[in-house]
């Protein structure tokens, strides 16, 4: 057994062998004792939402009589052979990540960082709407929110109106096709966006309160005038 070559280098060692019959034997052995590669790292967050990425920053390092020439990394179940890679996060859950250094001689050293990234479910945004009419003729939008791991929401109109509410209910004045967005975000921060486009047709209708069946031409019959906007005409 050999002890006392804990620094990197090469080392010579002299021995005999005696066994006081025969002449003394002499022999030098020469042992190169490679560096071992000394891994560590760093990553830009420890959690994120689905469909985010972590740019890891690689800390390893060696003796100056070595080089590190490999990397592997499995993050997740995901590979790369980068000094400092960037990986995206389709799934949630836990991950571990593993860094393995390998020097120009073949030695390696490893370190396993278990559930180091914590990856959240993304919300995803839905709703349905349909129309309402009001009792003074607008018309009335009611939101129905069908979104997934959601918990705060914020929704505009397309007139300039929002609301925080998770199924509201909106009143438009005006004919016309309005774009109405939901932003959809959990306790964790993450969130989605849905975009739909509707048309609202809003009808007057004016019922007189007399007519004059005198025979001038005017005001003759008893009927009400209803008037808006017709897509389709």
């Known amino acids: 057994t050999v002890s006392g070559m804990q620094e990197a280098g090469t080392y010579t060692l002299y021995y005999e062998a005696v066994n006081g019959v025969c002449p003394i034997s002499r ?42 020439t490999n990397y592997y990394w499995v993050v997740g179940g995901m590979y790369s052979t980068q000094t400092n890679p960037n990986f995206c996060f389709s799934n949630a859950g836990l991950m571990d990540v593993q860094l393995v250094a390998e020097s120009n001689n073949g ?11 914590t990856v959240n479910n993304i919300p995803v945004a839905g709703f ?40 509201p209910t909106h009143l438009y004045t005006d004919s016309g096709f309005y774009d109405i967005t939901q932003i959809v975000t959990n306790d964790f921060g ?10 609202v047709h809003v009808l007057l209708v004016y019922v007189p309160n007399t007519f004059t069946p005198d025979g001038n031409g005017h005001n003759e019959k008893f009927f009400p005038v209803i008037s808006g906007d017709d897509p389709d005409t």
């Open 107 to 117: 030695c390696r050293d490893t370190t396993l960082r278990s559930d180091l990234i």
């Open 190 to 199: 993450c969130a989605d966006t849905l975009t739909k486009t509707i048309f």
């Open 27 to 68: 022999d030098t052995i020469v042992i190169n004792n490679y560096p071992i590669p000394v891994v560590d790292f760093t990553q830009s967050a420890i959690e994120i939402c689905q469909e985010e990425c972590i740019q890891f920053t690689n800390l390893s390092s060696i003796h100056p009589d070595g080089t590190i």
């Open 128 to 167: 349905t709407s349909f129309l309402v009419d009001d009792e003074n003729t607008s018309t009335k939008m009611q939101i129905q929110d069908n979104s997934t791991y959601s918990t705060n929401y914020w929704y505009s109109f397309g007139d300039g109106d929002t609301s925080v509410i998770q199924n």
